[in-house]
């Protein structure tokens, strides 16, 4: 590793030229006005986030460390706006949470913000969160605490009202040139042919008809949302400075929102293609010049067979971490059946993946959970694709039968029986419908259950604000008409602080949640065995519907079990220390509790810190 900019930039100059050159049809011009830009943008770093830079260029396996846990949370929801966030940055503290994701935040058109994905300036934080300047005040504030900050980049599209997309819309050529312009139907039709539609049912096609300007413009996304063209330098040599941008305002990882989809080609399905990963690669280069101490987070849907594409290789590494989005869905795919061998089979998938390729672990995100399931895979099981969904999604929102769950559905299309879910952890879990003690008791353990899985996974796990106080869905959106057509608001609503204050009540359900989901993540904390390189592997239980994980690192082992049904199941168990009791057990038969789990430090290393 280099310490200085020059040094880096020398060492990777060739292969930075040579993507550069094969990319853009050796335009030398570009590509110096590319290099000269690196140095520009760490001219314009401060001194202290060089130094942060020099002490992970001198620990590059800094965020592999089991210390690291995460909450994603939208700004406005959770504290008003950022200095609100600065002001409860003790909160994350008490839970052992170092590493904030915060959701986009950058400045958006209300009534055409998706979330925040339709972005109208990168320079720029929505007026009612604050101002560049509360950013950095914030990432000062939580680097002296020693905590991280990710951020979402969006790369695949502006917003129409992007000062880009206002001069394409008023005929300038070169802002044109940013996007893709058709002066007829004839090439969009083209394309339509073999593109896929990412929101079939609210935002149908691929391309929206401009009639101030008289032509058709890509928006894979939202009509609202131009694609940006990548095979113009202008596009990759802006966006580029724009990440850049963010990175030095002390942001620690930036999350890579729908990479996979930055390169279009006409007779694909413009997804995935070599350009990307070559793009991906470039960028990496960028940051490792500019801001060595900042990580990519790739953001691919996709099952992890494919997805590891993504991470590069370990001499060409691209991004550092990716979204784990198929273990998530699958894990409530197996709450709902009962039965963990997709689960088991896609941990497989994961656990054989080369050490360098870590994910981020989540329960619930911001996003709803699609069903894009192994089915392949289920088929061996008589299981159908079409069936299969309409099960879980009838099962997820409480119209199955005996179902204890209640969530929403979005973009639910009844001609196919498909939807995407929406719903916080602990409605998913049971816990809104419980009538009982009883009921509120078993949704508990479902939910401590499904978090322990999490937090036993290999990377790094993210908390998504509110789950740790068993926050519930917030059904107001529905009176509200900026909100009332996205079913995923039931899962953003405002954090509940009087909730939070249940925390501190071990007699209520979510006193019991926080202090055992505390008492995880310190557990997870204290034992090496968790770091996100150490080597994992699943074993088969007995049972369908225990699933067991055993990981192992410096000598030092842990066996993972996780019941995923109601019922007592028998299992073996090693010698061992259980970690949440601190109770020695005895190699012999018994069982694991419904919806229980165990975490069972082996072998003579197993006199942890309990």
């Known amino acids: 590793m280099k310490n200085t900019v020059k040094a880096r930039l020398e060492e990777v100059y060739d292969e930075l030229k040579w993507l550069y050159m094969e990319l853009y049809n050796n335009d030398q011009e570009a590509f110096s006005y590319f290099t000269d830009m690196l140095m520009r943008s760490y001219d314009g770093r401060r001194a202290g986030l060089k130094k942060i830079d020099e002490a992970r260029l001198a620990d590059p396996d800094w965020y592999r460390s089991?210390?690291?846990?995460?909450?994603?949370?939208?700004?406005?929801?959770?504290?008003?706006?950022?200095?609100?966030?600065?002001?409860?940055?003790?909160?994350?503290?008490?839970?052992?949470?170092?590493?904030?994701?915060?959701?986009?935040?950058?400045?958006?058109?209300?009534?055409?913000?998706?979330?925040?994905?339709?972005?109208?300036?990168?320079?720029?934080?929505?007026?009612?969160?604050?101002?560049?300047?509360?950013?950095?005040?914030?990432?000062?504030?939580?680097?002296?605490?020693?905590?991280?900050?990710?951020?979402?980049?969006?790369?695949?599209?502006?917003?129409?009202?992007?000062?880009?997309?206002?001069?394409?819309?008023?005929?300038?050529?070169?802002?044109?040139?940013?996007?893709?312009?058709?002066?007829?139907?004839?090439?969009?039709?083209?394309?339509?042919?073999?593109?896929?539609?990412?929101?079939?049912?609210?935002?149908?096609?691929?391309?929206?008809?401009?009639?101030?300007?008289?032509?058709?413009?890509?928006?894979?996304?939202?009509?609202?949302?131009?694609?940006?063209?990548?095979?113009?330098?202008?596009?990759?040599?802006?966006?580029?400075?724009?990440?850049?941008?963010?990175?030095?305002?002390?942001?620690?990882?930036?999350?890579?929102?729908?990479?996979?989809?930055?390169?279009?080609?006409?007779?694909?399905?413009?997804?995935?293609?070599?350009?990307?990963?070559?793009?991906?690669?470039?960028?990496?280069?960028?940051?490792?010049?500019?801001?060595?101490?900042?990580?990519?987070?790739?953001?691919?849907?996709?099952?992890?067979?494919?997805?590891?594409?993504?991470?590069?290789?370990?001499?060409?590494?691209?991004?550092?971490?990716?979204?784990?989005?198929?273990?998530?869905?699958?894990?409530?795919?197996?709450?709902?059946?009962?039965?963990?061998?997709?689960?088991?089979?896609?941990?497989?998938?994961?656990?054989?993946?080369?050490?360098q390729c870590i994910f981020q672990n989540y329960l619930r995100c911001h996003d709803d959970i699609g069903w894009g399931l192994d089915y392949p895979f289920l088929s061996q099981f008589g299981i159908g694709e079409v069936a299969h969904k309409r099960y879980l999604n009838d099962f997820f929102i409480g119209r199955f039968s005996g179902s204890w769950s209640r969530g929403e559905l979005y973009n639910e299309d009844l001609r196919l029986g498909d939807a995407r879910l929406c719903g916080t952890t602990a409605s998913l879990c049971g816990l809104e419908s419980a009538g009982t003690e009883e009921e509120a008791e078993t949704a508990l353990r479902r939910d401590l259950m499904l978090h322990a899985f999490m937090l036993a996974q290999s990377g790094i796990p993210v908390l998504y604000s509110g789950d740790e106080i068993g926050q519930l869905n917030d059904y107001s959106y529905h009176q509200d008409p900026k909100k009332a057509d996205d079913s995923r608001n039931v899962h953003r609503g405002k954090f509940n602080w009087d909730l939070a204050e249940l925390r501190k009540d071990p007699e209520t359900v979510n006193g019991r949640l926080y202090g055992m989901l505390k008492r995880l993540i310190d557990l997870r904390s204290e034992n090496e065995v968790f770091r996100a390189d150490a080597h994992v592997h699943t074993f088969?239980?007995?049972?369908?519907?225990?699933?067991?994980?055993?990981?192992?690192?410096?000598?030092?082992?842990?066996?993972?079990?996780?019941?995923?049904?109601?019922?007592?199941i028998p299992v073996y168990y090693p010698d061992g220390t259980d970690l949440m009791s601190g109770n020695k057990i005895k190699a012999g038969d018994s069982h694991i509790d419904g919806y229980g789990f165990v975490w069972l430090a082996t072998g003579e290393e197993n006199e942890q810190e309990a």
């Open 540 to 568: 088969y239980t007995g049972s369908d519907s225990v699933l067991g994980l055993y990981r192992e690192y410096d000598g030092k082992g842990l066996v993972c079990l996780f019941n995923f049904s109601e019922w007592p």
């Open 66 to 355: 089991n210390k690291i846990m995460g909450m994603m949370l939208y700004v406005d929801l959770f504290a008003g706006d950022l200095a609100g966030v600065k002001e409860r940055l003790s909160y994350f503290e008490e839970l052992g949470i170092n590493y904030i994701h915060l959701m986009p935040l950058l400045d958006t058109v209300p009534e055409k913000s998706d979330g925040g994905y339709a972005v109208t300036d990168f320079r720029k934080v929505r007026e009612d969160l604050g101002t560049m300047k509360d950013l950095e005040e914030l990432s000062k504030a939580c680097h002296e605490r020693g905590i991280s900050l990710c951020l979402d980049f969006v790369m695949n599209h502006t917003g129409d009202e992007h000062a880009w997309a206002k001069a394409a819309r008023a005929g300038d050529p070169v802002a044109k040139g940013r996007y893709f312009f058709f002066d007829s139907w004839d090439l969009p039709a083209k394309f339509e042919a073999s593109i896929p539609d990412v929101f079939p049912t609210t935002a149908p096609g691929s391309f929206t008809w401009l009639d101030d300007c008289n032509q058709a413009v890509m928006t894979m996304f939202y009509p609202f949302q131009w694609d940006l063209n990548y095979s113009n330098p202008l596009v990759l040599n802006d966006m580029t400075e724009n990440l850049l941008f963010l990175a030095n305002r002390g942001m620690d990882i930036i999350r890579l929102d729908a990479i996979p989809y930055i390169w279009k080609a006409l007779g694909t399905d413009c997804r995935n293609l070599p350009q990307v990963h070559t793009i991906a690669r470039i960028l990496y280069l960028s940051c490792y010049v500019v801001c060595p101490g900042v990580l990519m987070l790739g953001e691919v849907v996709m099952e992890p067979k494919k997805v590891a594409a993504y991470f590069g290789t370990e001499d060409r590494p691209e991004c550092r971490m990716l979204y784990n989005v198929t273990t998530m869905c699958s894990t409530w795919h197996t709450l709902a059946t009962r039965d963990v061998r997709l689960l088991k089979h896609q941990m497989d998938q994961v656990c054989a993946l080369p050490p």
